[in-house]
């Protein structure tokens, strides 16, 4: 059982940048794929980035294009996600997720282990 634990949140303004981390335990980190999904309320979670097992291959959703960078550094069983220039959209609570094949995923449901995620909120 793979646990995941984020981190790295909290309130930043329009423009501003947080990293989040997350750390992984009880797998073998290198065997999977790693995303980051947010939900913000009333709607529902949705992709926003992830890597292969190398961290190589990112994936972004278009609206974070140019502004996140997802990385991960398998010898700390850790996956970041660098948040430049942040946007009143982006405010949400995010959530790192592991998929157990090493090929990346875009959608919730190609994922099985998930973080309790961490709340970033953006002030205008």
């Known amino acids: 059982q793979v646990q995941l634990v984020e981190s790295g949140g909290g309130l930043v303004q329009a423009g501003g940048s947080l990293r989040l981390s997350c750390a992984a335990s009880?797998?073998?980190?290198?065997?999977?794929?790693m995303g980051w999904f947010r939900q913000a309320p009333g709607k529902e979670r949705e992709f926003v980035a992830a890597?292969?097992?190398?961290?190589?291959?990112?994936y972004y959703r278009d609206s974070v294009k140019g502004r996140f960078t997802i990385s991960r550094n398998n010898a700390k069983n850790t996956v970041s996600l660098q948040m430049n220039s942040l946007e009143p959209e982006d405010p949400a609570v995010y959530y790192c997720?592991?998929?157990?094949?090493?090929?990346?995923?875009?959608?919730?449901?190609?994922?099985?282990?998930w973080g309790q995620g961490t709340q970033v909120t953006v002030s205008s």
């Open positions: 009880g797998g073998t980190f290198s065997n999977y794929a």
């Open positions: 890597c292969n097992w190398m961290g190589r291959n990112p």
């Open positions: 997720a592991a998929r157990r094949i090493s090929r990346v995923g875009v959608n919730v449901d190609e994922y099985d282990y």
